[in-house]
């Protein structure tokens, strides 16, 4: 599709379960981002990719979330040992350079995350 | 880390009216953008400001940068049912990533027909 493309779109997982979300971005788009959403929260930036440089982790909540994106296209979140409060929607945004100055920002659809 | 402060939380109007929603941040921003999110998808951009005090309009939505930096304001004329949704307002700050969004908590919109 002309989207970027989020799977699952929802995962129901037990608490200590490790868990991988994907994100495929938009061809052409050097920019990967990853938010998560929480209930009645806005979004919260978790980790940025641009390129072959080194990601901005800074909004990792824990050593638990890992993240990478492989040829600088799909980019797979890793969440280990799921906790409760680790249920949102995790929403992957890409595009085409870094940035919403002139440039737009598209998000997917999002992957729920429930944890039980 | 940076907050935004967005008002209201949620409004419940009558078709045809008119709907003004707001943040306000307590440091600088460089960027304001406007989203709308509908149930089961992503944000979707609405109106992006880049310059202190530009006023822009996409059909019924105008939004503003405020003069300080440090707020905008979104506004819907004649609303319709298919602008309920959860608005949210976005923005880059000054001193901080180009990259990274800072989100308000949205208004939720309900419009009764």
């Known amino acids: 599709g002309a989207g970027v493309s989020q799977s699952p779109s929802n995962k129901v997982t037990e608490k200590g379960k490790d868990v991988e979300l994907r994100c495929d971005p938009i061809?052409?788009?050097?920019?990967l981002y990853w938010y998560r959403q929480s209930l009645g929260q806005g979004l919260e930036f978790l980790i940025y990719?641009?390129?072959?440089?080194?990601?901005?982790k800074s909004g990792l909540p824990s050593d638990r979330f890992s993240a990478e994106r492989t040829g600088g296209s799909v980019s797979t979140l890793t969440i280990q040992r799921t906790q409760q409060e680790d249920s949102a929607v995790y929403l992957c945004?890409?595009?085409?350079?870094?940035?919403?100055?002139?440039?737009?920002?598209?998000f997917g659809e999002g992957s729920w995350l429930t944890v039980v | 880390g940076q907050q935004l402060n967005q008002s209201p939380q949620s409004m419940f109007i009558q078709e045809g009216e008119d709907v003004s929603m707001n943040c306000t941040s307590s440091?600088?921003?460089?960027?304001w953008l406007w989203y709308k999110q509908e149930p089961g998808e992503g944000p979707v951009l609405l109106i992006a400001?880049?310059?202190?005090?530009e006023l822009t309009s996409n059909g019924r939505l105008t939004a503003q940068f405020g003069i300080t930096r440090k707020d905008s304001f979104l506004n819907i004329s004649a609303s319709i049912p298919s602008d309920v949704g959860i608005y949210f307002c976005?923005?880059?700050?000054?001193?901080?990533?180009?990259?990274?969004?800072?989100f308000g908590k949205g208004t939720l919109l309900t419009v009764n027909p």
């Open positions: 945004a890409s595009s085409l350079v870094p940035g919403p100055s002139g440039n737009t920002i598209y």
């Open positions: 061809s052409g788009h050097t920019a």
């Open positions: 990719f641009q390129g072959n440089s080194a990601p901005d």
């Open positions: 440091s600088i921003f460089n960027t």
């Open positions: 400001l880049y310059k202190a005090g």
């Open positions: 976005a923005g880059t700050h000054s001193g901080g990533s180009n990259y990274k969004l800072t």
